[in-house]
Nanobody, 124 residues
């Protein structure tokens, strides 16, 4: 079992940076792939980034590439999402999720555990 708690969201201005954290508990954290997803009002939840269990491979949605960085510190049981050059289009609730295996996946249904989400609001 994996429990996830996101933090670090808030209100920022366009062009600012923000780092989200996802604190995980569970004996298999270091072995499981993780992902960040977001859902804006009136829109579907979509993937932002994903990282393999060991952190060796990453994936970014095209609109995030070059601006967002996913990382993990397995010793601290934490996954991060560094967000730079934020725009109002990034406004959403951001969720972290844990996959069912070590391999990086991008399909939402393959993530077994989800956090409660943290709100990110970017003003223009």
């Amino acid at each position: 079992q994996v429990q996830l708690v996101e933090s670090g969201g808030g209100l920022v201005q366009a062009g600012d940076s923000l780092r989200l954290s996802c604190a995980a508990s569970g004996r298999t954290f270091s072995d499981v792939a993780m992902g960040w997803f977001r859902q804006a009002p009136g829109k579907e939840r979509t993937i932002v980034a994903a990282i393999s269990g060991g952190g060796g491979t990453t994936y970014y949605a095209s609109s995030m590439k070059g601006r967002f960085t996913i990382s993990r510190d397995n010793a601290k049981n934490t996954v991060y999402l560094q967000m730079n050059s934020l725009t109002p289009e990034d406004t959403a609730v951001y969720y972290c999720a844990a996959g069912g295996s070590r391999s990086l996946v991008v399909t939402q249904r393959l993530y077994a555990y989800w956090g409660q989400g943290t709100q990110v609001t970017v003003s223009s």
